[in-house]
């Protein structure tokens, strides 16, 4: 069963509001044109109220003219133009200043991530302004909170060193191996 509802173009609607206009019944017109009597009434409350500028296409009902649409998506584009000048020559300065070492670029980097942190401080969003910066935003989160190793894993790892040392040739399922024949919890990650 087809749902769909059915599309009526202009041009009936102004032929059927032309014969209700002609002829008083509502009736014979909707048996005529093969619409709802409802249907014919509501576009009759429409055509007394708009006239020439009533039914402006399928699925538009009630649409403002297309001038101002246009105008509107006009402005609307005009403004995003204008962002992403503003982004791109947010970009190019930000390279600028990032500097030729991978000493400096470490060091602008964490100077860009303490002002993504106090313009969140602020309620900023942090995926946009990493987005803005050009920066991972996994790496600021990673930045924020530097992990301090427990003193387990740094048992662990120097028993790994020491195992490698004693047997270069292990690989990490002998080096797993020998941690657990040592009495270590752990395994192969």
Same mark, same amino acid.
């Given at each position: 069963?087809?749902?769909?509802?059915?599309?009526?173009?202009?041009?009936?609607?102004?032929?059927?509001?032309?014969?209700?206009?002609?002829?008083?019944?509502?009736?014979? /017109?909707?048996?005529?044109?093969?619409?709802?009597?409802?249907?014919?009434?509501?576009?009759?409350?429409?055509?007394?109220?708009?006239?020439?500028?009533?039914?402006?296409? /399928?699925?538009?009902?009630?649409?403002?003219?297309?001038?101002?649409?246009?105008?509107?998506?006009?402005?609307?584009?005009?403004?995003? /133009?204008?962002?992403?000048?503003?982004?791109?020559?947010?970009?190019?300065?930000?390279?600028?200043?990032?500097?030729?070492?991978?000493?400096?670029?470490?060091?602008?980097?964490?100077?860009?991530?303490?002002?993504?942190?106090?313009?969140?401080?602020?309620?900023?969003?942090?995926?946009?302004?990493?987005?803005?910066? +050009?920066?991972?935003?996994?790496?600021?989160?990673?930045?924020?909170?530097? +992990?301090?190793?427990?003193?387990?894993?740094?048992?662990?790892?120097?028993?790994?060193?020491?195992?490698?040392?004693?047997?270069?040739?292990?690989?990490?399922?002998?080096?797993?191996?020998?941690?657990?024949?040592?009495?270590?919890?752990?395994?192969?990650?």
């Amino acid at each position: 069963m087809d749902l769909s509802r059915a599309a009526y173009s202009r041009d009936l609607k102004i032929a059927a509001m032309r014969a209700l206009d002609a002829e008083s019944r509502i009736g014979e /017109i909707a048996r005529k044109y093969q619409v709802s009597p409802h249907l014919l009434e509501r576009w009759r409350g429409e055509w007394r109220a708009k006239g020439d500028l009533a039914f402006p296409g /399928i699925g538009r009902r009630g649409a403002s003219l297309p001038a101002v649409e246009d105008a509107r998506r006009i402005a609307e584009l005009e403004r995003k /133009i204008g962002q992403l000048r503003w982004i791109t020559t947010f970009k190019k300065s930000l390279t600028a200043f990032q500097g030729s070492s991978s000493a400096s670029r470490r060091q602008w980097r964490g100077c860009l991530f303490e002002e993504i942190q106090q313009a969140a401080a602020k309620g900023q969003a942090v995926n946009a302004l990493c987005q803005m910066t +050009g920066l991972n935003r996994a790496g600021f989160y990673r930045l924020r909170r530097p +992990g301090q190793a427990s003193p387990v894993e740094m048992e662990i790892r120097d028993e790994m060193q020491k195992i490698a040392l004693e047997s270069p040739a292990y690989g990490y399922r002998r080096i797993t191996a020998e941690l657990q024949r040592r009495g270590f919890d752990v395994n192969h990650k």
